[in-house]
């Protein structure tokens, strides 16, 4: 089997489903085995295809661990005891416990759907049926592909048009309460905003936040479930990199009384979007700093794309109607001043502690980071020399990486 022929594994057979375990040679059985794990996953598609090349390559030191599992694996497909015996020995380790999770999932599958395929050929009309209904009323185990779900396209609308049309308001609610997560995140959020602390329903909850408000509530739930897939090497360290930048924020906000056009933890998901969404992340495995030396931008420690203008997340933030500076404000162009230093220090603070910067650099006074990083800082605390005011950004710095469970390898002050 020729190299383009394991990637075709990657695609449904004819049937519309995946290919089957049984009657597999050993290494097609390996692909077809991760096919059927990484579905339940999910991989980003082009790191799915990279972890496919370096299985048939090969290639064990590019292997997720859901493919090493699924390697060591097809020695005992023929024996079923041999088979159980050794997931039980991968469940032992815990780095490959997950692993075995999906695994074990894609073998209920798989023989779930040798029945499924059996019904299809021997159904009476299969000729007319098609095989998505046919898997809804068997009713798989586990789905065979799990798509992030948006925002219904009903829901949106209903939103965006309640303000102007108060008849809309029945049917934002129903809409809400047949999300059960996004219904109790806005009950929790409303719930914030009465001296009580007495949960309210849905309908109360919409009516006390309001429209913009609401809006933005459900944006954040969105992103909270959609950004968790699909999988891809960084996706974890750039989740951390923007709790870093919104416990920034909220510290900005407590101590300098920064007042943020959204709420700080979807701005936060606003800055990394495009990134999220940039095909070169799938197969990224670490991360490549570009040369230029503003620590306050992202293409400080992305250094992925010739440059982040948030072209996404600007057309996001028109569509759901959010306060229109807002996308000026993240590329560091709103008129408030106050608010661009808040925001580019935030952004700067992961380059600061977790992107490897040398320390000397920061910490010299002649520096040319150091002076802009001191420059913005006294923009917000106009009283302070620029020593003190480094000094209290990198103080700042370690207490939000702190907060948000960050490490960092820099004092709290600046050296001499």
């Known amino acids: 089997m020729t190299q383009p022929e394991h990637l075709k594994l990657l695609e ?7 290919v089957s375990l049984h009657g597999l040679n050993q290494r097609p059985w390996q692909y077809a085995l991760f096919s059927h794990a990484a579905r339940l996953y999910p991989f980003a598609a082009a790191y799915l295809h990279h972890q496919i090349e370096a299985l048939v390559n090969q290639d064990t030191k590019q292997l997720h661990t859901l493919a090493k599992c699924c390697q060591y694996l097809a020695a005992f497909r023929h024996d079923p005891a041999q088979l159980h015996q050794a997931l039980r020995r991968l469940h032992s380790r815990a780095v490959f416990s997950q692993a075995v999770e999906y695994i074990s999932r894609a073998f209920i599958n798989d023989r779930a759907l040798r029945v499924l395929r059996q019904a299809l050929v021997n159904h009476p009309d299969a000729a007319t049926l098609d095989s998505a209904e046919l898997v809804r009323e068997w009713q798989l185990p586990y789905p065979i592909q799990r798509h992030t779900q948006p925002v219904p ?9 309640w303000p102007q049309h108060d008849n809309l308001l029945p049917k934002v609610i129903s809409r809400i309460q047949a999300l059960p997560a996004l219904s109790d995140a806005l009950s929790r959020q409303a719930t914030l905003y009465t001296p009580q602390g007495k949960t309210l329903d849905v309908k109360s ?9 609401s809006r933005e509530l459900v944006l954040l739930a969105h992103f909270e479930t959609s950004l968790i897939q699909p999988v891809f090497p960084l996706r974890q360290d750039l989740l951390e990199r ?7 924020l909220y510290l900005f906000e407590q101590r300098y ?7 700080r933890e979807l701005l936060g998901y606003l800055l990394i979007y495009d990134a999220w969404r940039a095909p ?8 490549q700093p570009s040369r230029q030396r503003n620590l306050c931008t992202l293409d400080s420690w992305l250094g992925f794309a010739p440059r982040h203008q948030h072209r996404v997340a600007s057309r ?4 759901w109607q959010l306060p229109a500076e807002l996308s000026k404000l993240m590329r560091l162009q709103h008129s408030d001043k106050q608010l661009n230093a808040a925001l580019a220090l935030s952004i700067a603070s992961v380059s600061v502690l977790n992107a490897g910067i040398d320390i000397q650099q920061v910490n010299a006074h002649h520096s040319k980071a150091s002076q802009l990083l001191a420059g913005l800082y006294r923009s917000l605390a106009p009283g302070l020399s620029p020593e003190d005011a480094l000094s209290s950004f990198l103080a700042l710095c370690q207490q939000a990486a702190c907060a948000a469970g960050s490490h960092s390898q820099l004092p709290a002050k600046v050296r001499p």
């Open 316 to 319: 996001l933030v028109k569509y």
């Open 12 to 18: 449904d057979a004819d049937d519309g489903f995946p």
């Open 280 to 287: 070169a992340w799938a197969k990224a495995v670490s991360w």
């Open 205 to 213: 909850a919409l009516l006390l936040l309001g429209p913009q408000r």
């Open 153 to 161: 396209a009903s829901l949106m609308r209903a939103l965006l048009q």
């Open 257 to 263: 009384g920064v007042v943020w056009p959204v709420r």
């Open 242 to 248: 923007r709790r870093l930048i919104v416990q920034c």
